[in-house]
C-alpha cells in the first residue's frame, strides 16, 4: 500500500478513536446522572464504531503486509 493511501486510511481511524472516547465518556456521565436510555444509547454507538474502527485498523494492517 502507498503511504499516501495508509496515511489517509489512518486519519479517519484516528478520528473514529475520538469520537468513540468521547461517547463513552457521555456514557459515563449519563450513568452519573441516572439517565440510564442515554447512556445505553451512547454505548451502543460507541461500540459500534469501536468495531467499524477495528476493521479499519485490520485492513490497514493487512495492506501493510503484502
Same mark, same amino acid.
Given at each position: 500500500?502507498?503511504?499516501?493511501?495508509? $496515511?489517509?486510511? #489512518?486519519?479517519?481511524?484516528?478520528?473514529?478513536?475520538? =469520537? =468513540?472516547?468521547?461517547?463513552?465518556?457521555?456514557?459515563?456521565?449519563?450513568?452519573? $446522572? $441516572?439517565?440510564?436510555?442515554?447512556?445505553? #444509547? #451512547?454505548?451502543?454507538?460507541a461500540d459500534r464504531l469501536y468495531e467499524e474502527a477495528? $476493521?479499519?485498523?485490520?485492513? =490497514?494492517?493487512?495492506?501493510?503486509?503484502?
Amino acid at each position: 500500500m502507498k503511504s499516501e493511501t495508509r $496515511n489517509i486510511l #489512518l486519519q479517519p481511524y484516528a478520528q473514529l478513536q475520538e =469520537i =468513540i472516547d468521547e461517547l463513552y465518556e457521555a456514557h459515563d456521565r449519563a450513568i452519573t $446522572n $441516572n439517565d440510564f436510555d442515554d447512556a445505553s #444509547l #451512547l454505548a451502543s454507538r460507541a461500540d459500534r464504531l469501536y468495531e467499524e474502527a477495528e $476493521n479499519l485498523e485490520i485492513v =490497514i494492517s493487512e495492506q501493510e503486509q503484502r
